[in-house]
């Protein structure tokens, strides 16, 4: 049985983009490397974790990992039934996650017009 926090990975897109999986952004911590050579014991101590963020697809979310992918690749070449790639993706221990946001698809931006670069 799936529990509410979990994602259904068994679902396969089945159209241009893959709507089966929510847009998400993750805010994660992970390991800060020192510094090479002599370090104060004091500054070794102090060290704080990485706050890292990621915006995917996210297409695993069980007890033990969260999957996200960045990026999704339809070959014009292809079958669309038989391609189904992405890439850009990392996984997280579950453990290591602080915070899930699923995003939505501004509806202003549905035609095709993304508005203008920001200074």
Same mark, same amino acid.
């Given at each position: 049985m799936?529990s ?5 990975? !068994?679902k396969? +897109?089945s159209?241009? /983009? +893959? /709507?089966? &999986? +929510?847009? =998400?952004r993750? !805010?994660?911590?992970? %390991?800060?490397?020192?510094? !090479? *050579? &002599? #370090?104060?014991l004091?500054?070794?101590?102090? %060290?704080?974790? %990485? !706050?890292? =963020?990621d ?6 979310? @069980?007890e033990?990992? #969260?999957t ?6 339809? @070959? ?6 038989? @391609?189904?790639?992405?890439?850009? /993706?990392?996984?997280? +221990?579950?453990g290591? #996650?602080?915070n899930?946001? /699923? ?6 931006? %549905?035609? *095709?017009?993304y *508005?203008q =670069?920001?200074?």
């Open positions: 799936q509410s926090n979990e994602t259904d990975t !068994t396969s +897109p159209s241009k /983009y +893959p /709507y089966c &999986w +929510p847009m =998400v993750i !805010t994660w911590m992970d %390991a800060m490397d020192g510094e !090479t *050579g &002599w #370090v104060n004091g500054k070794m101590r102090d %060290a704080k974790l %990485a !706050t890292c =963020v915006i995917g697809w996210m297409i695993r979310n @069980d033990e990992r #969260v996200i992918m960045g990026s999704w690749c339809l @070959d014009p070449q292809e079958d669309e039934e038989k @391609d189904k790639e992405g890439g850009r /993706y990392i996984t997280i +221990p579950k290591w #996650v602080k899930i946001e /699923y995003l939505m698809i501004d509806s202003m931006y %549905a035609d *095709g017009d *508005g =670069v920001r200074d």
